[in-house]
């Protein structure tokens, strides 16, 4: 299988593997009391241990893909975040709005992770090797 981009081009570090998965952990752990919370009523607030997993675990997944590939927000997946961002603030913003958009988001989040590489690393903005 090729690499995604030339090695120059990706940053690792020991243990990134291990972390990426923990934080992934983390993140549907949070993202099921947010749901629950949308699902039941319930205002976030008292889901706030589900919200902080879901935030602090996203940001850091967000900072390791940047840090690690720089060109990240360039491809299909990394575009999807920022989607999935703004989709976030609607989901505040808005909140006779807020289950539809967990939905939405949940959705669009299980179809960029299962999509093949060839799509996921799909460059959307900018030309390759900028």
């Known amino acids: 299988m090729a690499r995604r981009q ?35 009523d319930q205002p976030l607030a008292a889901k706030l241990p589900s919200v902080l997993a879901l935030a602090i675990s996203g940001v850091a997944m967000m900072a390791i893909d940047l840090w690690t590939s720089p060109g990240h927000l360039t491809e299909m997946a990394g575009g999807a975040m920022l989607v999935k961002l703004l989709l976030l603030a609607c989901l505040i913003l808005v909140p006779p709005q807020q289950l539809m958009l967990f939905w939405i988001i949940l959705v669009l ?10 799509m996921r690393h799909r460059r959307i903005f900018g030309a390759r090797g900028a």
């Open 6 to 40: 030339a090695a120059d081009d990706f940053r690792d570090f020991p243990g990134r593997r291990w972390l990426i998965v923990g934080l992934r952990a983390l993140h549907l752990v949070g993202m099921v009391g947010v749901g629950a919370a949308l699902i039941y």
């Open 109 to 118: 989040s299980a179809v960029i992770a299962h999509a093949p590489a060839r």
